[in-house]
């Protein structure tokens, strides 16, 4: 079971960026996927959440901003990511869950990550 995300790189504040993650080994579909971030000295946090069916869950300080979707048929996960901030700034990495939630002990498989930067 393999996660491999891409790109990530450098923006600055304002701009977009587009992260993608694909997943391979497993059956993609009726999995929890997600987001997660965490910034030098910070701990991981949960940045959006996608269930089976579609629902969405998105920590506060990205609502409106970022958005989660899936690509079934290319079993891809991605975040689109407006209006981007200084404070965006970190590794994020991908997921999957064993149920919908943004706490990082519910996840079951990270990705390696992928550095964001706004500045």
């Known amino acids: 079971v393999q996660l491999v995300e891409s790109g990530g790189g450098s923006v600055q504040p304002g701009g977009s960026l587009r992260l993608s993650c694909a997943a391979s080994?497993?059956?993609?579909?009726?999995?929890?996927m997600g987001w997660f971030r965490q910034a030098p000295g910070k701990e991981r946090e949960g940045v959006a959440v996608i269930g089976p069916s579609g629902t969405t869950l998105y920590a506060d300080s990205v609502k409106g901003r970022f958005t989660i979707s899936e690509g079934v048929a290319e079993n891809t996960l991605y975040l689109q990511m407006n209006s981007l901030k200084p404070e965006d700034s970190a590794v994020y990495y991908c997921a999957n869950l064993y149920f919908r939630s943004l706490e990082t002990r519910h996840v079951r498989i990270w990705g390696q990550g992928t550095q964001v930067t706004v500045s």
């Open positions: 080994g497993y059956t993609y579909s009726g999995h929890c």
